[in-house]
T-cell receptor, first 118, second 110 residues
Framework: EAGVAQSPRYKIIEKRQSVAFWCNPI?????LYWYQQILGQGPKLLIQ????????DSQLPKDRFSAERLKGVDSTLKIQPAKLEDSAVYLC????????????????FGPGTRLTVL | QKEVEQNSGPLSVPEGAIASLNCTYS??????FFWYRQYSGKSPELIMS????GDKEDGRFTAQLNKASQYVSLLIRDSQPSDSATYLC??????????FGTGTSLTVIP
């Protein structure tokens, strides 16, 4: 079974530029998460989708970050414009959904995209 | 106050010893608790989940939960050099959000 795919793996941009990350979850996983992990810290949940709907985006800095999951499969996370403090690894994770409609607790993480903002 | 707090370490133990990792959380209504392992430069990997007070054992790993004290711990018995990693405590809050701690770095010395 293929794991969570992310691209690009690395990205270096200047501040104020825009950047987009792509994630393809494990086949059949209806729930998709985007996390930001700053060096030395734990992952911080940015947004959670179930199918193509947003479940939680309370920690997403909406003035510069946006995410979409139009067909309930792939997702993109965009930063526009980037700031120095956005330098981090952006992790995508996915999980199954139970028949009750609630996501299972086991999240499978992709390899991440390491973003450096200069 | 952070949602999930861990001692950042580093924690060093000799090979074969027991490593003890601790975590506290702020949301008393949290119901789901997790330990992830993250090797340097890699993504987190779930190693244990626990939902009820008490102990849960899986091989060399034992998770302990005390909801009254809002405390979760992970014991690693017979520690091996391959256990050297950062261990992240995570909690699903009463609002169904996931929060991770900053992680504890563990080094097992051969």
């Amino acid at each position: 079974e293929a794991g969570v795919a992310q691209s690009p793996r690395y990205k270096i941009i200047e501040k104020r530029q825009s950047v987009a990350f792509w994630c393809n979850p494990i086949s059949g996983h209806a729930t998709l998460y985007w996390y930001q992990q700053i060096l030395g810290q734990g992952p911080k949940l940015l947004i959670q989708f179930q199918n193509n709907g947003v479940v939680d985006d309370s920690q997403l800095p909406k003035d510069r970050f946006s995410a979409e999951r139009l067909k309930g499969v792939d997702s993109t996370l965009k930063i526009q414009p980037a700031k120095l403090e956005d330098s981090a690894v952006y992790l995508c994770a996915s999980s199954l959904v139970r028949s009750s409609g609630r996501a299972t607790d086991t999240q499978y993480f992709g390899p991440g995209t390491r973003l450096t903002v200069l | 106050q952070k949602e999930v707090e861990q001692n950042s370490g580093p924690l060093s133990v000799p090979e074969g010893a027991i490593a003890s990792l601790n975590c506290t959380y702020s949301d008393r209504g949290s119901q789901s608790f997790f330990w992830y392992r993250q090797y340097s430069g890699k993504s987190p990997e779930l190693i244990m989940s626990i939902y009820s007070n008490g102990d849960k054992e899986d091989g060399r790993f034992t998770a302990q939960l005390n909801k009254a004290s809002q405390y979760v711990s992970l014991l690693i018995r017979d520690s091996q050099p391959s256990d050297s990693a950062t261990y992240l405590c995570a909690v699903r809050s009463s609002g169904n959000q996931f929060y991770f701690g900053t992680g504890t770095s563990l080094t097992v010395i051969p």
